[in-house]
């Protein structure tokens, strides 16, 4: 009875990217009755260290809030991005990639010019600390910054190899997304990760327009046609550059969008509309 | 010549509507659409400068052609082919290049013609046409494979869905949760620190 045993769940939070960054693991059920969950608890504490150290890397980097970065000084005209480092020209390459595949609707550029690579760089940052958990050896976990989440595995564990395979498809973590007219309330929900092959996406992002008329602009300056959209993908950095670019591209996007990747997309249009890719859609009550 | 021009470029004009038919204007289709207009398009030249008024000077327009107007070229040439024929009595079938080998006559060929297989993303397409007095009588796609691949084209588009249709959550019962960066960072921290403390 997996529901019964206690499975080693565990979440720690940290600060990073000027936003809040969330780790939940879980760990196969402890068969040890002595062990009340602390080895679980142990490997998290480090597993958190890791990625903390992951983030401030790229931040250390790439923040424009911080003056002496590389992205400030590459924003104000300091350092030629051609003399920059390896790494900040390969963000750089794979940003304009992004401009050209969203045939602009995604862009590292803002309106004023500067060159503003966050965007990619949270996803890169959190795509990093999945590798590290990997590496680990963590294989269930739930990761979310600020919003964007990227998962593995699923968040009840069976009991290692003893456990039997006729329980089924281990249950998905299950993401919520925040209704934009009511950021108390949830709007849907999607299943991300478990069933490993069966439309396992283990990344989600949503973007918004409203409230932060800096982050995200329509292409020509227009009302954003989506005041969010959620994008459920194999990877973060799909995900999160695909949410940003439908709010950008509006309608045009979305279509280019979900003809181009394997995706799945919940839009919430500006008068409270809802646009979705079948996977989105609740399962038929019988 | 003339004939095989129109025939071609009639061809290539239908492929080219029914890709259009097919794909929708989805701007991924733009490059297909762009090469079978290519194909033709120096035919399709050399259909328009006979429609001119000088039947035999008119493979010296090979090639002239751009991809975005080869398409509109095409068009002109099958009608004018169409318009000023009399029709022969030939008939035939097959490819476009052997049902349209050498044609006296001013205008389309009679038979039945198919135009090359053309790979889209959504599968294989192949354009026929039927030629009767001159005219085009039927425009038939007879091969047009992959429509499982175009079914599942459709399945993930976008839809209108009501809010009551989509997997619904409570933050009692979600492991985590998504919402645009920055605009809800003090509801993300505080939901997160209650699923925290609920899985604590």
């Known amino acids: ?29 402890v068969t040890d009755p002595q062990d009340d969950g602390a080895s679980g608890s142990r490997r998290l504490e480090a597993a958190v260290r890791v990625i903390e150290a992951d983030f401030a890397a790229l931040e250390e980097r790439f923040s424009l809030f911080r003056a002496e970065s590389e992205a400030s000084a590459v924003a104000q005209g300091v350092l030629r991005l051609a003399s920059a480092s390896a790494e900040t020209r390969a963000v750089y390459a794979d940003a304009i990639e992004w401009r050209r595949r969203t045939h602009g609707a995604f862009t590292p550029e803002r309106p004023d010019g500067i060159l503003d690579l966050s965007g990619i760089v949270k996803a890169r940052a959190i795509a990093e600390a999945g590798r590290s958990l990997e590496a680990l050896g963590l294989t269930d976990w739930c990761l979310n910054a600020g919003g964007d989440v990227l998962v593995s595995g699923t ?15 281990p249950r998905p973590w299950l993401a919520g997304i925040v209704d934009p007219d009511d950021r108390r309330t949830l709007l849907a929900a999607y299943p991300l990760g478990g069933t490993p092959g069966c439309a396992a996406r283990r990344a989600l992002a949503t973007s918004g327009s409203a409230e932060r008329g800096d982050h995200i602009w329509a292409l020509g300056g ?26 950008s591209g509006g309608r045009e996007m979305l279509d280019l969008a979900t003809a181009q990747w394997d995706i799945d997309v919940l839009a919430v249009t500006d008068d409270g509309g809802l646009l979705a890719t079948p996977g989105f859609r609740a399962p038929k009550a019988a | 010549m003339r004939a095989r021009a129109a025939a071609a470029a009639a061809l290539a004009s239908f492929g080219i509507l029914a890709l ?23 035919t399709a030249g050399s259909a328009s400068s006979g429609s001119a008024g000088s039947p035999g000077s008119g493979s010296s327009a090979s090639s002239g052609g751009t991809t975005a107007a080869g398409g509109t070229t095409g068009a002109g040439g099958t009608s004018t082919g169409s318009t000023g024929s009399t029709g022969s009595s030939t008939s035939g079938s097959g490819s476009t290049s052997s049902g349209s080998q050498s044609s006296a006559s001013s205008g389309l060929k009679n038979g039945t013609f198919t135009g090359a297989t053309e790979q889209t993303r959504y599968g294989l397409i192949q354009v026929q046409i039927v030629v009767s007095g001159g005219k085009i ?5 007879p091969q047009l494979t992959g429509d499982d691949m175009r079914s599942d084209m459709i399945n993930s588009e976008a839809a209108p869905i009501l809010r009551s249709e989509v997997l619904q959550a409570q933050s009692a019962n979600v492991d985590t949760v998504s919402g645009a960066t920055y605009t809800s960072e003090g509801y993300l921290a505080s939901l997160q620190a209650a699923l925290n403390s609920a899985h604590a």
Do not use: C, H, Y
């Not at chain 1, 968040?155 to 498809?169: D, F, I, K, M, T």
């Not at chain 1, 227009?222 to 439908?246: H, K």
């Open chain 2, 20 to 42: 259009g038919w097919q794909a929708g204007a989805q701007s991924i289709e733009a490059s297909k659409v762009v090469g079978v207009t290519n194909s033709a398009t120096g």
């Open chain 1, 1 to 29: 009875m997996p529901e019964n045993q206690p499975t080693g769940l565990g979440a720690r939070t940290f600060l990073a990217m000027g936003t809040v960054v969330s780790l939940s693991a879980a760990f196969p059920g």
């Open chain 1, 155 to 169: 968040p009840a564990p069976s009991n290692a190899a003893q456990s039997a395979p006729e329980e089924g498809a």
């Open chain 2, 137 to 141: 009588t039927d425009v038939q796609t």
């Open chain 1, 222 to 247: 227009g009302r954003p046609e989506f005041v969010q959209v959620s994008v459920a993908a194999g990877d973060i950095e799909t995900a999160d550059v695909l949410a940003t670019a439908i709010v």
